[in-house]
């Protein structure tokens, strides 16, 4: 079990991709606009499922290229990719036999766009993963909308005709998957989400489950959209995310977050022992918003020079002073020091290991190091950056230290 977690562990960063029928309205539907998250539209604005599944014959994103897809993902250094196969409208993003509202049967587009995107995962050893909605489904009578009272409705006939045959489909269909993620559990009982998590079990033993597939029973933590616990959390977490305000795209939202917060964020939630799954919305054509391509190109350049003090890092414990300036990763026998603000040094106070050496990690530049002079802290360290620093958003010192483990020590009078 612990090792079918580690390439998970390691990886900590993924693309999540939200692509559905909702990308043709892009946000507005009939003159009217949502502010809410565009994936939901067909929920918010209302809309009859009749109305919201002849959308199907208008799909047809010509643009959808796969390839270029996870070449995107695979540039911005992330490990793995979650596609959304089936999101609370009910439609499958994939070719399912047990319901012909799907991608191939439904929509003059006709291509299986998840088969599409696993193959280019194999080519470029990227993990394929699928997002199941397992209990939500606004296109099945009897699938949880909402808050809804499920008064009338047969919540098994719709696991047993639809969401049980379609997971299965999922795990059978694409070959070794990395994960299933499965989103908002509702109000299903143990025993329901036990068996959804068992049906992966026993198709893909190694296949991960994420923590919303409810009562606790995923294989790690999945902390709120775009939440990130403030402290070390100890467990196994992801965090899924947007870059802009959205999931699906809408073409109104203009919530686009900076390379240099969504770089912080990485890092902050690495820090904190955590996976970041960052999403792109492609649009009704099949093409990934400029505004996204631009922000994962500039985290892809950070990643190639910097990706060690990433992948397979392990949080450290919490440094005992309040620093905004940046965030610690480690490796056994490293501190990776991660710097956001320009600084001429950094202190390292309270140290509990002996440095041996600091260097800069994007050019293996050696960099000063001197115990602090100062009386009040024995284990002190103080690094020197050089004033000919290469332009980096995060400049990341590494330290190689006597010990294993890095400590901080706490603070005492
Ligand atoms: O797939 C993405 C979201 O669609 C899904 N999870 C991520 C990964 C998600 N499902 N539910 N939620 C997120 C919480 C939804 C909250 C809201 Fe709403 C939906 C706020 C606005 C629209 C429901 C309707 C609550 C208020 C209005």
Not at 218 to 236: E, V
Not at 341 to 349: A, G, T
Request: aromatic share 12%; charged share 25%.
């Amino acid at each position: 079990m612990e090792d079918m977690k580690k390439w998970w562990r390691d990886a900590k960063f993924g693309m999540f991709i939200h692509w559905g029928l909702y990308v043709l309205l892009a946000g507005e539907y009939k003159g009217q606009k949502t502010d809410n998250i565009a994936e939901w539209i067909m929920h918010d604005l209302d809309i009859p499922v009749e109305e919201y599944q002849a959308l199907a014959a208008r799909f047809n994103p010509v643009h959808f290229d796969a390839d270029k897809i996870v070449r995107l993902c695979r540039d911005t250094g992330m490990k793995y990719l979650v596609f959304t196969a089936k999101h609370h409208d009910g439609f499958a993003m994939y070719h399912s036999k047990a319901s012909g509202y799907n991608i191939v049967d439904a929509t003059p587009f006709g291509r299986d766009a998840a088969m599409e995107l696993k193959e280019a995962c194999d080519r470029y050893g990227i993990r394929m993963c699928f997002y199941y909605s397992q209990a939500q489904d606004w296109h099945h009578p009897d699938g949880f909308e909402d808050a809804k009272p499920m008064d009338g409705k047969d919540f098994r006939r719709y696991l047993d005709e639809k969401c049980v045959p379609q997971v299965k489909e999922l795990l059978t269909q694409y070959g070794p998957l990395g994960l299933i993620w499965y989103d908002t559990p509702m109000d299903m009982s143990r025993e329901d989400c036990l068996a959804m998590r068992n049906l992966v079990r026993e198709a893909q033993p190694d296949c991960l489950v994420s923590g919303r597939v409810g009562h606790g029973l995923g294989d790690y933590m999945t902390t709120g959209d775009n939440f990130i616990p403030l402290l070390p959390y100890g467990k196994d977490f992801e965090v899924p995310a947007t870059i802009n305000g959205t999931w699906g795209y809408s073409s109104g939202d203009t919530r686009w977050k900076s390379p240099e917060k969504l770089l912080r964020n990485l890092v902050k939630i690495v820090s904190r022992g955590g996976n970041y799954l960052l999403n792109i919305g492609p649009d009704a054509l099949g093409d990934v918003p400029e505004k996204s391509v631009e922000a994962l190109g500039v985290i892809g350049e950070f990643m190639r020079l910097n990706g060690e003090s990433i992948y397979a890092t392990r949080p450290v414990p919490p440094y005992p002073y309040d620093i905004d300036w940046g965030y610690f990763t480690a490796k056994p026998g490293k501190l990776y020091i991660h710097v956001f603000d320009d600084m001429p040094d950094v202190y390292l106070i309270n140290m509990g290991n002996v440095p041996r050496r600091a260097y800069l990690l994007c050019d293996g530049r050696p960099l000063e190091l001197r115990q602090r002079e100062t009386c009040e802290h024995v284990h002190s360290w103080r690094i020197f950056l050089p004033e000919d620093l290469p332009r980096q958003i995060d400049t990341v010192i590494c330290v190689e230290v006597e010990e294993q483990d890095i400590r901080f020590e706490e603070i005492t009078d």
